[in-house]
């Protein structure tokens, strides 16, 4: 297929705005993004359903590798499932806390993370974010899926930036190891646990460690 022939359509929803309001556009959402910060300190105030849904939204509007879609969200707000989650992930920690490397250890001290998860019951919603490592067609056979990993990964950051950009915060968690998601929240086979993205409003005395972020001239070059 070529890009002149049926199946193609004209660009929809495409917005150009003058050079000055592009700008100042760019700055404007970078230096919004920049205001987000992760903290583990959440309020046990419910957040409206819809909210979850738009923000899901948002993150299935990533790109993906041949437009797969490979990803699944599962929102748990369910306070039983959230404990059943809470306490597997206390049981893998507790292991990593006590046999991690000494320099991951040290590497995440100014975070401030131990094994201790009470966010996971706390938050109101975890979203479980899963990777399908291939699809599965109408008669159960195997769709291979291409660059799952990087579409995950942009989805799953789309869904931190929709998370931020409604008012609300958001922990990743990667609890290690996390196979235990799969038969709590009951997946199928073709998919793999990536991440908790534990959101809701921060609690009143949230903290965050006193972290800076690298300034452009260290991440990015020009050539
Ligand atoms: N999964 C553990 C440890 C942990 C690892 C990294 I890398 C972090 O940035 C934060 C935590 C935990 O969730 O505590």
């Not at 993004?33 to 419910?46: C, D, E, I, Y």
């Not at 919603?125 to 995950?152: C, D, K, M, P």
């Not at 968690?173 to 235990?180: L, N, V």
């Amino acid at each position: 297929m070529s890009d002149g022939e049926p199946g193609f359509e004209p660009l929809p929803g495409y917005v150009e705005y003058p050079a000055a309001e592009m700008e100042a556009r760019s700055r404007a959402f970078a230096a919004d993004l920049q205001r987000r910060r992760t903290t583990r300190h959440f309020s046990a105030r419910p957040v409206a359903r819809a909210v979850i849904e738009s923000c899901l939204e948002a993150a299935g509007s990533a790109p993906s590798g041949a437009h797969l879609q490979p990803w699944h969200f599962v929102v748990v707000g369910d306070p039983a499932l959230k404990r059943r989650i809470r306490e597997a992930a206390e049981r893998a920690e507790a292991e990593f806390y006590a046999t991690a490397p000494a320099d991951w250890l040290a590497a995440l001290a100014p975070l401030g993370t131990d094994a201790h998860k009470p966010h996971l019951e706390t938050a109101p919603y975890l979203i479980a974010v899963f990777a399908q490592r291939y699809g599965l067609g109408a008669n159960g056979e195997r769709r291979t899926h291409y660059y799952v990993n990087e579409s995950v990964g942009i989805a799953t950051g789309f869904l931190l930036a929709a998370l931020h950009h409604a008012g609300l915060v958001a922990l990743t968690h990667t609890p290690s190891p996390m196979g235990f998601l799969t038969d709590v929240l009951e997946r199928p086979a073709n998919e793999r646990p990536v991440m908790l993205v534990v959101t809701g409003y921060p609690a009143a005395d949230a903290r965050v460690p006193a972290l800076t972020r690298k300034p452009l001239s260290e991440i990015a070059s020009f050539r």
